[in-house]
């Protein structure tokens, strides 16, 4: 009698930030496969770290600087002369 394995799938970075911020079809997609019944999904604590330091801290930071700026142009202007190293693609996630 032979035991049936289940496929085991790493559920990496971009996979996670994807399920937060794609488009609500893709988000949809990802959703539909992550609870399939017949494989089994992980993720590691790295991947978590990877997701807290990018799309946590860039969240962190837009809203930060939104909030101690009084004008859209110098909250943009904090946002990308910042502590962090700031990406256009960032802000778009953030928006």
């Not at 289940?6 to 988000?27: D, Y």
């Not at 930060?64 to 943009?76: C, P, Y």
């Not at 960032?90 to 928006?95: E, I, K, Q, Y």
Request: aromatic share 8%.
């Amino acid at each position: 009698m032979s035991k049936t394995v289940e496929p085991v799938v790493l559920v990496e970075t971009t996979i996670q930030v994807a399920r937060i911020v794609a488009a609500p079809q893709c988000k949809a997609r990802i959703n539909r496969l992550l609870t399939s019944a017949t494989t089994r999904y992980v993720t590691t604590g790295y991947v978590l770290m990877e997701y807290q330091r990018s799309l946590i801290a860039d969240f962190a930071h837009v809203h930060h600087a939104f909030h101690q700026a009084r004008t859209m142009g110098e909250a943009l202007r904090q946002v990308f002369r910042g502590r962090r190293t700031f990406r256009a693609r960032s802000l778009v996630r953030c928006g």
